[in-house]
């Protein structure tokens, strides 16, 4: 059986990796993803702990993560197709212009 | 080594894999690619975890619906490879920075709490059926539950409102005009 630690850590890896997606790609449709990443990453360890202490409540937990999740994507990706179609570009560097 | 353990070893390499590879490939396409391969990998966790409803609901809502939807708006924008500048200077260095402090901490937190050295056992009643997922859904979590369709609403009608700004003001103007029409008729 699996320690919970090697969930732990493969967990933190992935979130890792999340932030890393977030802070170096320009690609705003590529940042969105690496949120969905970190998502997951958080929802393997609600299910993991929810395995390991025998309670269902981690998963429900996921499961309105998921829910929620879905919600941030359509309405992400709504405000990519708007931004899009001002700046022709979804260059996270070409929204500036709110920019002080 | 039990083959758990193993198997284990064998999902999460593949897992960190597929991540680093939506990092770094360049076309957006492939990131959405690798991102179905994650989130595949996770639900089988999942499974593993002895959470069956979590991982089929991972592969619909996820590897399905929210990836096709990405798919679907890199295409229609064609947005596929972007050459833009690269990332401001020092940002590479500071995020990697950022990054390995993240992990760091999550290290010294296990080592720490050696509390946490625990095995997950399989439990001897089934603790996650949909049947029991159904009803603490509609028993202890119903407010939760009414208040997620309430967000799922509100964000389909946010989405139509932020994507058809164009539509609604050419109705207008076309109202306006048929308007003026009929007056000076």
């Known amino acids: ?100 | 080594m039990s083959s758990g353990v193993i198997i284990f070893g064998v999902l999460a390499i593949v897992a960190v894999a597929s991540a680093i590879g939506m990092l770094i490939s360049q076309n957006s396409v492939y990131s959405a690619l690798f991102l179905v391969v994650n989130f595949s990998v996770i639900a089988v966790l999942y499974l593993i975890l002895g959470a069956p409803f979590i991982a089929l609901a991972q592969i619909t809502v996820y590897a399905g619906a929210i990836v096709v939807l990405f798919l679907f708006v890199i295409m229609m924008l064609g947005t596929e490879r972007l050459t833009g500048s690269g990332p401001i200077r020092g940002q590479r260095l500071i995020a990697i920075l950022v990054g390995a402090v993240f992990l760091a901490e999550v290290t010294v937190f296990l080592i720490w709490r050696s509390g946490l050295t625990g095995v997950i056992t399989p439990s001897a009643t089934d603790l996650s059926t949909p049947v029991s997922i159904g009803n603490a859904l509609f028993t202890t979590y119903t407010l939760p539950f009414e208040a997620t369709s309430l967000i799922l609403l509100v964000a389909v009608i946010g989405a139509i409102v932020l994507t058809h700004p164009e539509q609604s003001i050419s109705r207008k103007q076309t109202l306006k005009t048929v308007q003026k029409k009929e007056t000076r008729g």
């Open chain 1, 1 to 100: 059986m699996v320690p919970i630690s090697y969930y732990l850590g493969l967990s933190a890896i992935l979130f890792v990796t999340g932030i890393l997606g977030v802070l170096l790609r320009r690609n705003a449709l590529v940042i969105f993803m690496s949120l969905e990443l970190m998502f997951n990453a958080s929802n393997l360890l609600f299910v993991a702990f929810s395995a390991y202490y025998k309670i269902l409540t981690g998963q429900i937990f996921v499961f309105f993560v998921m829910a929620v999740a879905a919600a941030e994507v359509a309405v992400g990706l709504a405000l990519m197709v708007a931004i899009f179609r001002t700046k022709h570009s979804v260059d996270v560097d070409q929204v500036n212009v709110l920019k002080g």
